[in-house]
């Protein structure tokens, strides 16, 4: 703004405060707010007020960050101004009303604090004549150029064009010209600091000729669709007009410059990254795209992002594989018991790969098997013992196809899928990749991720790959992919059919001893501080750990408990107790307290009605007691939560009893007049499956001939109507769990022979395994004396019960 107060003819002598400003140049006759935040300046603002003539200069800093500028840190060349109102703000700030009334130029610093107080000299124009023709002609040009600038855009005050046409002085029209145009704090100050009119007003010409040009530019960009300027036209005189801007500006030390560095530096990168003919190509136009955007878009952030994932990627950057099988075995051995198998298939890998070199693909295994048997240490194994790297992704839990795959690049925020991201973080194309927990995949309305792997575990289709953020085809035909499951069943068949299954099933009583001893026992002791100078495990102490402490097929509650004595050991160290502890049954006791498991339910007499069946769990095999009695009644109960399928192998096994209870000595009209109890105990876990289907029936018989059953026979089996035996599976799970329970004996159905040959020698030797076709040969096992002979006594004590037949003829003669 401008008022008509006269400052020519303000006089001012003496001192007066200064109050500094930052990104901010004062001019004569301006009219402005000001917000003063600082103490030294508000107590320049309180002394002004407190003269008669409210007078104070105004002079910019040469450093706008500085908070506390020295005075060589301010322009000698100020503008004095009057205070024309005050206002205190409630943040402590106050804010003023102040008028530019002369220039004033700084003689010297009286005082520095605390706050300034400068010694002054008005400082006035060179006189020209106002009413010379070439004088008129330039202001007329001025202000025929600044309404140019308005019409192109220019945001400016819509009054200035009005009150530019009621002044007549050269001097005061560059000062509101200047003042109106947001110059740059130093450009503005160099103007106020020219004393010739005439320079100053040739000054702003050429300000006001160099923004016309930058309106005009931004005016033909925008409108370029209807020119006739070519792309390739329209690139270059937009990169001609930024450089002459920024050599205006004096600011050449260059974004621009900077800026192409950048994009030399990521195309060197992009061709260093060695990517497929078609990534590259790819790559090479996104960052042609970035080069023509402005970098403060958000595309520039998405364009940029993208082109540094393609960079980070493994396109062509292999880790060599260690090919020494002896070596390969020993590292194998080292972190693992037993699980001959699965070593002998990686070093099978091995030894194609040493005879058919480097063209050969990735195998995909998945490990199946109860939790801690050491489905994911293995994978971490094979990658030691092939000299890969090892990358791990869970994928319990996932259910969103997207974390797969990736999002595309039109979200905000969008990221690749777990498999390119790990990569990256791997910096490998040939990684040993660990799809941790592949049976848990779940799926909803964002997709099936288990269908997205399908891709991923295909050896046909993986070597092109496609995320889709990165929406290029990537070569995973190297990397060694290894799922982990514990039931299968919950893999989906497509995804199954893709993976070589090798089953790792739980472990024995003696393998876990060996593992104890070998693996867990050093890994706890060092974990826990201590050395076999402070304890000493002994092997019928671990085995109470083993049989008392824990009931599982894997490792994890075993390694627990162990941790739990070396830290019990640890604590009587540190107490300063000297002496090794040797870890006998009753120390383990004492440290760990009464035993969790017993063998209490371990049967050691011979029952009616009470078979002993098998069971297979993802956490191992299991021994299940089937229990049955009978009452006065109708009907069969099925009690202890059993599934639809096991409530089919009771109604089998009842119908199979049935059709033949002649034959197993059963009198026919018990199953009218009787009504039969059936009960599996821990009646809180689900059951199902028709392994139980030949136990449910020899449970049944034991009870309608009440011939007891042998309490050291354990069986599985599926049962017919026919009385046929049908072959079931976790049979080494179910083998274990009997020699758990010191059970000698297990009926098995003739198709499971072909089984034995996986379950290993130690379990043979100590079980007896029966194969049997029919259910008569599973009731000549597991009844005790159950014979022709047995079967008529028993017929004829059960036919006792049948009601006597009235007999027929005349009555008896009366006496005479």
Request: include cysteine; charged fraction near 25%; glycine fraction near 6%.
């Amino acid at each position: 703004m401008v008022n008509n107060y006269d400052g020519d003819k303000i006089e001012f002598n003496g001192s007066l405060p200064l109050l500094p400003v930052r990104d901010l140049v004062v001019y004569p006759f301006m009219i402005l707010p000001l917000f003063v935040g600082r103490d030294s300046s508000i107590k320049a603002v309180e002394y002004a007020l407190n003269r008669s003539d409210r007078l104070i200069l105004l002079a910019s800093q040469k450093d706008i960050t500085a908070e506390m500028p020295d005075p060589t840190e301010i322009y000698e060349l100020g503008t004095v101004a009057m205070i024309m109102r005050m206002r205190k703000l409630p943040d402590g700030r106050i804010k003023i009303l102040v008028q530019g009334l002369s220039k004033a130029r700084i003689l010297a610093f009286e005082q520095t604090g605390p706050f300034f107080l400068t010694k002054t000299e008005k400082v006035e124009d060179v006189q020209v004549k106002i009413d010379d023709i070439a004088v008129s002609a330039l202001m007329r040009t001025i202000c025929e150029q600044l309404e140019r600038v308005i019409s192109l855009g220019k945001v400016l005050s819509p009054d200035i064009l009005m009150v530019l046409e009621d002044i007549h002085d050269p001097g005061r029209l560059a000062d509101l010209i200047a003042s109106n145009l947001n110059l740059h704090a130093t450009e503005a100050q160099i103007i106020l600091e020219i004393l010739d009119p005439i320079e100053r007003l040739h000054k702003i010409n050429e300000i006001l000729t160099r923004e016309l040009e930058i309106l005009a530019m931004q005016s033909k960009i925008k409108n370029s669709s209807q020119g006739e300027i070519s792309k390739n036209q329209k690139e270059y005189f937009l990169k001609e007009q930024i450089k002459a801007i920024q050599n205006e500006l004096s600011d050449a030390s260059s974004p621009s410059q900077a800026a192409d560095d950048e994009f030399a530096e990521l195309k060197q990168k992009i061709i260093a990254a060695k990517m497929s003919d078609e990534a590259e190509k790819e790559a090479l136009k996104q960052l042609l795209r970035l080069e023509r955007i402005h970098p403060d878009s958000s595309e520039s952030g998405i364009l940029r992002n993208y082109l540094e994932w393609l960079i980070d990627l493994p396109w062509s950057i292999s880790t060599q594989e260690t090919l020494d099988i002896p070596n390969a075995r020993k590292i194998l051995d080292e972190d693992h018991f037993d699980l001959q198998k699965v070593k002998e298939r990686i070093l099978e890998h091995l030894a194609v790969r040493q005879l058919k070199g480097t063209d050969m693909k990735g195998p995909i295994i998945c490990f199946a098997g109860p939790p801690g048997v050491g489905k994911t240490s293995l994978g971490k194994s094979i990658a030691r013992a092939t000299g890969r790297e090892f990358v791990r992704i869970s994928l319990g839990g996932v259910k969103d196809e997207a974390e797969i795959r990736g999002h595309r690049r039109t979200y905000v925020g969008a990221l690749p899928g777990r498999i390119i991201q790990a990569l990256k973080q791997v910096k490998t194309n040939n990684p040993v990749f660990l799809l941790d927990e592949v049976d848990k995949l779940s799926s909803d309305i964002k997709g099936d991720p288990a269908s997205a792997l399908l891709e991923v575990l295909d050896p046909e289709q993986n070597n092109s790959f496609r995320d889709h953020y990165i929406n290029l085809p990537f070569d995973l035909s190297n990397v060694m992919f290894i799922a982990t499951a514990n039931l299968v069943e919950n893999i989906p068949s497509a995804l199954r059919d893709r993976m070589e299954l090798l089953n790792l099933s739980g472990y024995s009583h003696e393998e876990k001893l060996a593992i104890s001893k070998k693996y867990l026992i050093p890994k706890q002791m060092h974990e826990n501080g201590i050395t076999p100078e402070h304890v000493e495990f002994q092997d019928e102490g671990v085995k109470t750990v083993i049989d008392n402490f824990t009931a599982e097929a894997g490792l994890r509650s075993l390694e627990r408990k162990i941790g739990a004595l070396c830290r019990k050991v640890a604590m009587k160290i540190a107490q300063g107790e000297v002496g090794i502890t040797s870890i006998s049954p009753d120390l383990v006791e004492k440290f760990l307290g009464p035993p969790i498991y017993t063998r209490e339910d371990e049967k050691d007499t011979d029952e009616i009605g009470v078979a002993t069946g098998l069971a297979w769990t993802a956490a191992g095999g299991e021994v299940l007691y089937i229990e049955s009695t009978m009452m006065k009644g109708k009907g069969v109960t099925l009690t202890g939560q059993l599934g639809d399928v096991m409530k089919e192998s009771a109604q089998a096994a009842i119908g199979l009893i049935r059709s033949k209870a002649d034959e197993f000595g059963i009198v026919e009209d018990v199953f009218e007049n009787h009504e039969l109890h059936i009960h599996i105990p821990s009646g809180a876990i689900p059951k199902d499956g028709p392994s139980a289907g030949i136990t449910l029936a020899t449970a049944l018989v034991s009870l309608l001939t009440e011939c007891p059953i042998d309490h050291e026979v354990a069986m599985t089996g599926e049962i017919t109507l026919t009385g046929k035996v049908l072959p079931i599976g976790g049979l080494k799970e179910k083998a274990l769990a009997a020699m758990r329970m010191n059970i000698k004996t297990i009926i098995i159905p003739w198709k499971n022979m072909k089984d034995l040959v996986d379950i290993p020698e130690e379990y043979r030797r100590k079980l007896n395994f029966v194969p049997v076709k029919t259910f008569q040969e599973v009731l000549n096992i597991a009844l005790v004396d159950w014979d022709d002979n047995i079967r008529s006594v028993r017929r004829v004590k059960h036919s006792i019960g049948q009601k006597t037949k009235k007999r027929k003829g005349p009555p008896p003669v009366a006496a005479a």
